[in-house]
T-cell receptor, first 114, second 114 residues
Framework: GENVEQHPSTLSVQEGDSAVIKCTYS??????FPWYKQELGKRPQLIID?????GEKKDQRIAVTLNKTAKHFSLHITETQPEDSAVYFC?????????????FGGGTRVLVKP | DAGVTQSPTHLIKTRGQQVTLRCSPK?????VSWYQQALGQGPQFIFQ???????QRGNFPDRFSGHQFPNYSSELNVNALLLGDSALYLC?????????????FGAGTRLSVL
């Protein structure tokens, strides 16, 4: 089955700096890659996603890149702010009629120091 | 518009007992997926329900079972509880029988098994 590895497990950055989180996946059939942000005690919230027919997607300070050949994708957060502090999860999924389970990475705890 | 709601928020059980967790999907959604999130880890897929049937299942024993009702709400049942079942149980809903991958999560039910 699919396996998703996520690095680093913790990331500490100074406010205003950039943060980059990397994930690799094992199943070349995966074609949908969402990123979720989970604050302490709260629900995972979708912050951005990318499909396999796209190499890069941006939404304000957040961007995601996908390299299908290498089977890895990354989350980039620019101009980090204290409210960006949270745990971030990447996931991979296969769009198919039988379902679309998400396989998650282990998470990255991001701390933005003011 | 209500998002995904789960009940109860917290639950304490003892080993060997049985538990039922409940989920109401986001308005208009017809597919419900359940995930188990152990402390400090990413969510793990348990199963997905669509049209009142289990469509896809992760690597969980038969002690984990579920149900989806005609109004698309869902229940997760766990029998013969083990200490290792202690976790946050997340429900996610999506639209289109799983062909549209975007999954929205509830806040979860935190289960403690003593």
């Amino acid at each position: 089955g699919e396996n998703v590895e996520q690095h680093p497990s913790t990331l500490s950055v100074q406010e205003g700096d950039s943060a980059v989180i990397k994930c690799t996946y094992s199943d070349s059939a995966s074609n949908y890659f969402p990123w979720y942000k989970q604050e302490l005690g709260k629900r995972p919230q979708l912050i951005i996603d990318i499909r396999s027919n796209v190499g890069e997607k941006k939404d304000q300070r957040i961007a995601v890149t996908l390299n299908k050949t290498a089977k890895h994708f990354s989350l980039h957060i620019t101009e980090t702010q204290p409210e960006d502090s949270a745990v971030y999860f990447c996931a991979a999924s296969i769009r198919e009629a039988a379902g679309n389970k998400l396989t998650f990475g282990g998470g990255t705890r991001v701390l933005v120091k003011p | 518009d209500a998002g995904v709601t789960q009940s109860p928020t917290h639950l304490i059980k003892t080993r060997g007992q049985q538990v039922t967790l409940r989920c109401s999907p986001k308005s208009g959604h017809d597919t419900v997926s359940w995930y188990q999130q152990a402390l400090g880890q990413g969510p793990q897929f348990i199963f997905q329900y669509y049209e009142e049937e289990e469509r896809q299942r992760g690597n969980f024993p038969d002690r984990f079972s579920g149900h989806q009702f005609p109004n698309y709400s869902s229940e997760l049942n766990v029998n013969a509880l083990l200490l290792g079942d202690s976790a946050l149980y997340l429900c996610a809903s999506s639209l289109g029988g799983g062909l549209v991958n975007i999954q929205y999560f509830g806040a979860g039910t935190r289960l403690s098994v003593l």
